[in-house]
């Protein structure tokens, strides 16, 4: 029996990183214990940031932001950084805030935009009141 339907359309999509193996790689070093990955990993994923137009990938974004953070409280702890302790509270908080509304844009209608509040609690997330 002959399909009278058109075939699919392959869609192909522009990724930052060159191979599979490379975006695997850069995984793996994200989430290792040794700080020189999880620093080759971010400078990395730096490099791709510069090759895509479009921004990074909503969960390599977020990522990026937090394990910067976890950097830098590596290094604050072992005394090997500048930074105080207000300004390592700071990077966490921006990069928890970032995770937030990176995630929250996947939630919203281009032609109605809802508060984050509203969309946690319309998808059974927990609010705190202010």
């Not at 490379?22 to 090759?51: C, G």
């Not at 300004?87 to 508060?115: C, W």
Request: aromatic share 10%.
């Amino acid at each position: 029996m002959e399909s009278n339907l058109p075939e699919p359309k392959s869609h192909a999509t522009v990724v930052p990183w060159r191979t599979q193996d490379e975006f695997i790689n850069v995984y793996e070093k994200l989430y290792s214990t040794k700080l020189e990955d999880k620093r080759w990993a971010i400078d990395t994923i730096h490099i791709w940031e510069s090759r895509c137009h479009a921004g990074l990938p909503t969960a390599i974004e977020a990522t990026y932001c937090l394990v910067r953070a976890v950097i830098q409280d590596t290094l604050f702890n072992e005394n090997l950084t500048f930074m105080i302790e207000k300004d390592l509270v700071s990077m966490y908080a921006v990069g928890l805030i970032r995770f937030v509304n990176l995630r929250t844009e996947h939630l919203q209608n281009a032609s109605f935009k809802l508060r984050v509040s509203d969309l946690a609690e319309k998808n059974g997330h927990s609010t705190m009141d202010c």
